[in-house]
């Protein structure tokens, strides 16, 4: 029972941080075993390949292509509904393209990043094409990474042609072990799809007209941020631009506001100087070689992509301390390299978060105002449902769930403001509105006051929503009040 001297405020915070919590633990137990079948995966792709690569004396190129394949990929279980032929006969093509732009990149430096940046920038500007581009979009842009961490092709005694079997040999077998543990694990009863991204089907808003869709100007940010990284790598970091490229990459990859981009660039640069840390430690106590480097750098692929889903930075991590222990030549990891890694990912943090901050940018407030504008448009509609239509009801609730999933996705880089700025004390924060916004969707179903209410209350609340000098926090809170039962109008 709660104690009659706690306030309704803290009351409720307490509740919400019962629930932060039992999402966070049912997360993190749901993750793993994709995680672990992701492993599997990448380590069956690479064995596999390097097999098969080992007749034609062709290295271990095509065997980490085959991995890193299988692994973002795996990343990716959430599209596995999408046609088995479609991803059959997509997984060899990029793979070609991967070894052609590392092949570019050793041999021709310029021409090689510039069709790495016009195959990314391509990659998310066709995603707006439907559906099958989206997917096909995202399967071909994660694997171009591949080149950044070893860019060099097979490289067969046999020529070109042996090098262009093994690779499409990649592609193939890396799409085989995916489907092949994904069927076994189906057949045993095991979930594998990702759990933490809810996937909804909402429209982006309609645009004003002669403005630029969200695909092209994200792929207008993420060229002007791979090549002001390209510039920057191959002008102060020599044969380690790969690192500065890498960051600008993750950081511009999919920010939707100026915020989200710094917020992905703390992330990534503490994650990384985390992993950074860890791999000089473990080269300083044991060097690592045969299977005890394979063995640290599949636990950390595997602890990577567990806690993915709870911090970014714990992927950062992880993948870096990969990365390191990939390019250590035994030797150790020295103070100088430690600070040049470090150096050239603070560049290439700056390189991508530049871009969206500069570049076509779309401010972190002016977004939660639109995302809240479109969940209390929808929240209205809801309210405004004859009671007599619970069909009806039932899929208006759905649509208001959905667009607080999407405002959902946009409050960690406000939350991350809140804290940086030390704004707790700000009760007109935009972090203090997606809170009010996702307590209204808790209460909304079980509501049984005035309909009639209600829907004025919403309508006061969009109203002021509109006036940018007026304090959202007040109606939104007079609306929570209301669902709580507290007030009646």
């Known amino acids: 029972m709660d104690n009659p001297t706690t306030k309704p405020a803290d009351i409720q915070i307490a509740r919400g941080a019962s629930r932060a919590n039992a999402s966070w633990r ?8 994709p995680a672990a079948l992701t492993v599997v995966a990448t380590i069956a792709a690479f064995c596999t390949v390097y097999v098969i690569s080992k007749p034609f004396q062709a290295g271990p190129n095509a065997a980490i292509l085959a991995a890193v394949l299988a692994l973002t990929q795996g990343r990716r279980r959430a599209s596995s509904d999408h046609s088995p032929w479609v991803k059959l006969i997509t997984f060899p093509i990029v793979a ?6 590392g092949w570019l990149l050793h041999n021709t430096f310029a021409i090689g990043a510039a069709v790495f940046i016009a195959a990314m920038s391509f990659s998310i500007w066709s995603r707006q094409w439907g559906e099958t581009m989206r997917r096909i979009g995202s399967i071909a842009a994660l694997p171009l990474v591949a080149v950044l961490i070893a860019p060099a092709p097979p490289h067969a005694p046999g020529g070109h042609l042996i090098n262009l079997f093994l690779v499409i040999v990649a592609g193939v077998t890396a799409y085989a072990w995916m489907i092949a543990l994904a069927e076994i694990a189906k057949r045993a009863g ?13 429209v982006e808003s309609q645009r004003k007209k002669g403005t630029l869709s969200p695909h092209t100007r994200m792929a207008i940010q993420m060229a002007v941020a791979l090549t002001t990284a390209f510039v920057m790598g191959r002008l102060f970091f020599a044969h380690h631009w790969g690192w500065v490229v890498l960051t600008a990459f993750i950081v511009s990859s999919g920010s939707v506001s100026r915020g989200d981009a710094v917020y992905k660039g703390f992330l990534r640069l503490g994650g990384a100087a985390a992993g950074t840390l860890a791999a000089a430690w473990v080269q300083h106590m044991y060097a690592p070689h045969g299977p005890a480097a394979a063995g640290l750098i599949f636990g ?16 950062a991590a992880c993948m870096t301390l990969v990365i390191a222990v990939l390019q250590s030549t035994g030797a150790g990891a020295d103070a100088s390299i430690l600070q040049l890694r470090l150096s050239a990912i ?8 530049g871009a969206t901050w500069f570049v076509l940018p779309i401010p ?32 208006k609730l759905q649509t208001f769930r959905e667009h607080i999933v999407r405002l959902d996705g946009v409050a960690a880089p406000v939350e991350f403001h809140r804290h940086v700025l030390l704004q707790h004390g700000n ?45 959202l926090s007040d109606p939104l809170q007079r609306l929570n009040a209301l669902l709580d039962g507290r007030e009646r109008q």
């Open 26 to 33: 049912n997360a993190l137990r749901a993750a793993g075993i």
């Open 364 to 395: 972190t407030e002016s977004l939660v105002r639109r995302r809240i504008a479109d969940a209390l448009l929808a929240l209205d509609e809801f309210a405004s449902v004859d009671d007599n239509s619970i069909e009806e009801r039932d899929k």
């Open 96 to 101: 070609v393209g991967v070894s052609a732009i």
């Open 190 to 202: 095991v979930a594998v799809s990702t759990p933490a991204k809810f996937v909804t089907n909402v």
């Open 427 to 471: 009760a007109n924060h935009p972090a203090t509105w997606i809170h009010l916004m996702k307590r209204c969707a808790h209460r909304i179903d079980a509501f049984d006051g005035s309909q009639k209410d209600l829907v004025r209350a919403i309508r006061l609340t969009r109203k002021t929503l509109g006036q940018r000098e007026l304090p």
């Open 300 to 315: 950390a692929l595997f602890v990577g992509l567990w806690l993915r889903e709870i911090n970014y930075a714990w992927w």
């Open 346 to 353: 603070l560049i290439g943090a700056l390189c991508g978060a």
